[in-house]
């Protein structure tokens, strides 16, 4: 990953006088921060950054500016990179799975928060100090509405959680609860629906919770129109008082996907039009890779060379990345200008979550660059 420090003055201008060959994913440091500021200005609680959704130090510098001093780490690494952009931030270790290094290691980084979703984990946690220092039970449940169910690896069963609420506030430590959504979530009610549930086990288990963590999920706009987030926000604050009445706990998030993805656009440029298919500088393998899972965008544009936009009717194009590999391809067609041709560029809004952190190297492709823009 090569990160190019000058400040271009959009996308089309860059493109337009380098021609690059290479894959660019094109930040806006400015859409960014005003993410945050939606998230702070909305959210009633602590809002915590998802650290893997991208870990670039322009990211995390950048949220450090808008004013975000809380994170949600899942690894050490990730841990070193916040305390790079903010030595006194706030971390929650919210990988309920750990190794005893790991806890090790994670105990020197002064962690404030700490899931958990089984007995084996809570009691990996025997020594850690607790001062200031909190157990946050991750609350699993079948609720539908996101693109990909994280329940299926992570999260107790609710008298699962009863139980481990009960032997962590016995072990000495603050006891919270946190559930997620499932990724790329829009439904109000999927977080209602945990809210009631996490009441209901809190109240079973007769702990007054410290905190109330709503976990990620939040929507980023892909397809149609835009996600609606103050709608979440605001239903997730009335479903907490009318639940939990006085004895309301705070609030808090972990937006990852919602909180970048729109301060990145992605430009590809096309190799080769073979009849429907269009074979792109970049694939699954690299900055399109979780386009498998949740499907492709349709946000998408085509530019010529000299800077202006191909227009005109629109065909249903098989995609192909640049590797040898038969299968780097999307799943799905993707909706391109029927006079798409070789040397155009594939531009795609909304790629700052995930297509660079689980990009790979496969083949000698799938590293983009990264250029800082005034406005995408």
Known sequence: MRNQPALWPSPTWHLKKFQPDDPILYFSPDVLQATARRFEAGFDGLVTYAVKANDQAAVLDNLVGAGLGAFDVASLSEMEKVRQAKADAVLHYHNPVRSVAEIAGAVGHGIASWSVDCPCELDKLADVPRHCTEIAVRLRMPVPGAAYDFGEKF??????????????????????????????????????????????????????????????????????????????????????????????PALVCEPGRAMVAESFTLALRVKAVRGDAVFLNDGVYGSLTELRDIGAPDRVSVMRPDGGALEGAMAQKVVFGPTCDSIDRLPDRMALPEGVAEGDYVMIRAMGAYSSSISTGFNGYGRQEIVTVASL
């Open 155 to 248: 999260g107790a069963d609710p008298d699962q959680a009863v139980a481990l609420m009960k032997k962590a506030r016995a072990m000495g430590f603050d006891v919270s609860l946190t559930f997620h959504p499932g990724t790329q979530c829009a439904d109000p009610q999927a977080w209602a629906v945990y809210i009631v549930e996490a009441a209901d086990v809190a109240r079973r288990a007769g702990v007054t919770l410290k905190r109330l963590n709503v976990g990620g999920g939040f929507a980023a706009h892909r397809r149609g129109a835009a996600p609606d987030l103050e709608a979440i926000f605001d239903r997730i604050a009335s479903e907490t008082n009318r639940a939990f009445g006085i004895a309301r």
